[in-house]
């Protein structure tokens, strides 16, 4: 369902969605791979797969029996498909929320970046834990949205309420304010899950210069792009010019800033 601050969630471009958001799920997923440490042999269920990012580390430091890996945007999974040559890797199109696998067939049901999207979490949760054997394990991750985690993100919505203040309606904070270490662990643990365990890990994102910081943002794929794709030229130029002054992009050389995302397991 389409609402006011769905409206620019656009997931149709691949290659858009690698540069502006995907480049720092790829620097995640490993480390939320070290840190859930999974024996090898396993059936694993990726949803929201995406583009791949989290899809190719399962694959690689897993060592799964089998990965059935799905996502709803039929170009994502293409993409997924082109990248990743893995004869383990079952890459589906299909609805995480109801992901049509039997009862008690999966050892691992994994995602990244994907909880805060689906309109009925509770539920999402407690399909997944009838897919999982008794004992099998819940595993993902999430942006900290609400505290700022997301730093490019931050100052991306900062720039365009300080312009246009409904625009604070859109940004993931005032969206998605459950994505807390508490919260989620909260969600999860009503779900039915139980030995809920959680881990904050952080990456930098370093962008070379302002272009690079700037031009994911023209790409379309995902909120803040669609947004900043939806202005007139003039309101786009007027929130690239805020956002290089804010950053001190006059200065030249690199952006410095950090991601942080909440990573989380638990027993079925």
């Known amino acids: 369902m389409t609402t006011a601050s769905t409206r620019f969630d656009a997931w149709t471009q691949g290659q858009s969605y690698d540069t502006y958001m995907g480049r720092w799920s790829r620097e995640i997923a490993p480390r939320f791979l070290d840190w859930l440490d999974p024996a090898p042999g396993l059936d694993w269920l990726e949803l ?19 990965l059935v890996a799905l996502d709803r945007s039929e170009p994502f999974v293409a993409r997924a498909r ?24 999966r050892d691992v049901v994994a995602s990244g970046l994907l909880l805060n999207f689906l309109p009925d979490r509770p539920a999402a949760l407690s ?14 991750y999430v942006w900290d949205y609400p505290d700022g985690g997301l730093e490019f993100l931050r100052a991306f919505w900062t720039a365009a309420v300080a312009i246009d203040p409904a625009a604070q309606a859109l940004t993931e904070g005032q969206r998605f304010p459950f994505c807390t ?28 210069s302002f272009e690079d910081f700037w031009e994911p943002f023209l790409g379309g794929a995902g909120p803040a792009p669609g947004y900043c794709d939806s202005l007139p030229s003039e309101a786009r130029a007027r929130l690239r010019n805020r956002l290089a002054s804010d950053l001190g992009a006059g200065v030249g050389g690199p952006i410095r800033l950090k991601a942080r995302a909440w990573a989380f397991r638990a027993s079925a």
């Open 82 to 105: 082109r990248t990743l040559a893995e004869d383990r890797v079952d890459l589906r199109v299909g609805d995480a929320a109801a992901p049509g696998l039997g009862p008690a067939s």
């Open 181 to 208: 270490r508490r919260d989620l662990s909260a969600l999860v643990s009503g779900a039915g899950f139980r030995d809920v365990v959680s881990l904050g890990i952080e990456v930098p994102t370093v962008f070379a």
């Open 127 to 140: 399909a997944w834990r009838e897919i999982l054997r008794p004992g099998g394990t819940l595993a993902f």
């Open 48 to 66: 929201g797969c995406g583009t791949g990012a989290l899809t190719g580390v399962i694959a690689a430091q897993a060592r799964p029996r089998s």
